[in-house]
């Protein structure tokens, strides 16, 4: 055997290995990218969609009204709220009501561009009056990054739609 003779990669083995492997890199980044960014609006809105339904879910099973409120009044992506307003004054929380039965931490990941000032479900489940919360993601025109449009019906069901980018 002779012992001169040396194993391993040529320098051309090694650029070609290099060259291909950079192609991979190039072609995946925008695409991890693009699922980080769908991936984190899905998160948030199923986080709505949750609490909404959480909230249908204690109605229900306390037998009271159950409302559902933003942590800052009239805005929606600061996180929100889920407890009982026991005066029934439409005020939550204030000093008569109990503590918030869950908190939801804020939306970072989309806009709201439409949403009622509060949702209240019913002992029955139902709600008093249907609502609609419309979502538009800070990367509204990445492939599959559609609005959201989460509505509750009169009998407290949440739904998920989808709609365009404008």
Known sequence: MNSSQQ?????LELMMAVAIAAVVVAIGIPNLMTFVRTDTAVTD???LVTGLTLARSEAAGRGVPVVVV???AGDWSTGWLIGTDLDGDGIFPEADDPAPYR???AITSATFTDSPESVTFLPTGGVDTP???SLLPNYCHDSNNRRRIVSVG???FVDLAYGSCP
């Open 7 to 11: 194993t391993g990669f040529t320098i």
């Open 45 to 47: 809105v199923n986080r």
């Open 70 to 72: 933003p942590i800052s």
């Open 103 to 105: 908190v939801f931490e």
């Open 131 to 133: 609502v609609t919360f």
């Open 154 to 156: 009169p009998a407290g």
